[in-house]
């Protein structure tokens, strides 16, 4: 599957050594998002803040000279998949082979990326989960108020314009949420070696693909994969967005 993720990271560079700070945005695209590993890493999201964060040199046009900056990414799109890549094998120059880095990472099996957007994506995002939440409350009170005042007050007609709005499903879009689909792990100590494997949920159940054979496995099993050990690691995780019909006022 071709994953395409189009003008999907905002870069802001805020310069940490000058007295007035020296911004620049620029959009570029990109097909993945990184998950970085490190001695305090514990989940997949973490990772991922880490990787879209972070301290870089470059040429200061205030300074004239190299100057320490601060990298933050956002993302400005909800594309169809997510493809991430966790970021478990580095150089070992001593022994001359990408070394793999086994640190046990959960990953989520939904996955909520709000935080991560930025822009105009934040705001809608932002806005759009506010009136999700909020007239789905109104429309759970409202049912319950109007079941009440049937047994107590029947026969009196409801003339009140304040009434709790009726939702309406028109039309499918996404909160930010995500779903995981598809794992390939990883079982050895370095990139060279080892084996890799598939694993993809289809209609509701998991399967194990390694090369000819194919067999059915539990959810735990499948967040058995998140490392720690010499077992199947994952190494990249595909995620797909979950469309839904969103509820609005008539």
């Given at each position: 599957t071709h994953i395409h993720t189009h003008r999907l990271v905002d870069e802001e560079l805020e310069g940490s050594d000058v007295t007035d700070p020296e911004e620049t945005i620029r959009t570029e695209n990109t097909r993945k998002l990184i998950v970085a590993i490190?001695?305090?890493?514990?989940n997949m999201f973490e990772?991922?803040?880490e990787n879209l964060k972070e301290r870089i040199q470059k040429?200061?046009?205030v300074l004239q000279r190299e100057a320490n900056f601060q990298r933050q990414c956002t993302l400005l799109e909800l594309p169809k998949y997510l493809f991430i890549r966790f970021n478990r094998f580095f150089w070992r120059s001593d022994t001359s082979i990408k070394a793999k880095i086994v640190r046990r990472v959960v990953f989520p099996f939904d996955l909520d990326i709000f935080e991560l957007t930025g822009g105009t994506l934040y705001k809608q995002l932002e806005k759009r989960r506010f009136q999700h939440s909020s007239i789905l409350?109104?429309?759970i009170g409202g049912a319950v108020g109007t079941a009440v005042d049937t047994v107590e007050t029947?026969?009196?007609p409801d003339t009140d314009d304040t009434a709790?709005?009726?939702p309406s499903y028109i039309g499918i879009d996404?909160?930010?949420?995500?779903?995981l689909t598809g794992i390939i792990t990883h079982k050895g100590r370095n990139a060279d070696s080892g084996h890799y494997i598939a694993w993809v949920l289809t209609k509701d159940v998991w399967y194990k693909y390694d090369d000819q054979t194919v067999i059915s496995v539990t959810p735990d099993e499948i967040a058995k994969l998140c490392g720690g050990g010499d077992w199947h690691t994952v190494y990249i995780a595909l995620y797909v967005r979950n469309d839904q019909f969103f509820a609005t006022t008539k």
């Open positions: 490190n001695v305090s890493t514990t990772g991922i803040r040429r200061s046009n409350k109104q429309s029947k026969e009196t709790v709005p009726t996404s909160l930010g949420h995500y779903s």
